[in-house]
């Protein structure tokens, strides 16, 4: 089991939502924090909350889609306590309530920056013994009736990143998690209202603001429980909602029965 008391992680995404929820859960555990999110007001009010726990932290305006911002949030930990061991690749944005054909070009570089370019940023400051890179269950199989490939795209890139870090990782002794989770109780689908200028600046996106309904999402205090199990066992695949088991199942199933089709057209050439 991973010793985490004394050792540091960074979290991003850390102002409210899952990260908070994972940075509680590090900070119970003995770690200093390293806080990060794009919300300086937020922000310092979650360090407030992890110092109260008792933990050494720091909190960092960081804008994960760049990658000078977050080279930046990578030497203030250093400065503030050395040698990183957790990297908690968190932050993220919602994509949903629009047609892949009718995603406009700035949201695409804006959910494409974030999801998948935060990660990748993320992992090129992380020295220590353990990498956490937030996907989605969605990252699985796209939702019906959501229409939220957009969002989905970029969740399956994480967990294939993920995969790939893990084995180039593997003998360097480092553990990488890939978590993925159902509905969880956060203000992901109003981040449309924080998105940064050079993207196009912040907008409404009722469509999918209105697909939040408070109290049906999980706490996200029981998520960073989860993924503090997951980082001590060395867990790969981190999932919180043993229900989306069927929809990942049909989507093996009709995988399986591609390859008969291919078995039976290879048999017939």
Sequence with gaps: MLELKGKTAIVTGAASGIGRGIAKALAGAGMNLVLADLRPGPLAAARRDIEALGAQAIDVT????????VAAAGRAAERAFGRLHVVVNN????????????????EWNWVMGVNVLGAINGIRHGEGGHVVNTASISGFF???????????????????????????????????????????????????ATRPERFGGPYARPQQEAMHVAGRGLAPELVGQRVLQAIRQREFYVLTHAGERA???????????????????????
């Design 142 to 192: 796209i939702r019906g009736g959501r229409n939220q490939g957009a969002y989905s795209m970029t969740k399956c890139a994480v967990v294939a990143l993920s995969k790939a870090l893990e084995q180039e990782v593997e003998d360097a002794g480092i553990g990488v998690s890939v978590l993925c989770p159902g509905a969880v109780e956060t203000h992901i689908f109003e981040s449309a």
């Design 62 to 69: 960081v804008d994960v889609s760049d990658a000078a911002s």
């Design 247 to 269: 929809a990942i199942k049909a989507r093996h199933e009709r995988i399986e029965a591609a390859f008969d089709r291919a078995a039976t057209w290879e048999k017939a050439r």
């Design 91 to 106: 932050a993220g944005v919602a994509m949903h309530g629009t047609r892949v054909e009718d995603v406009g070009h700035d």
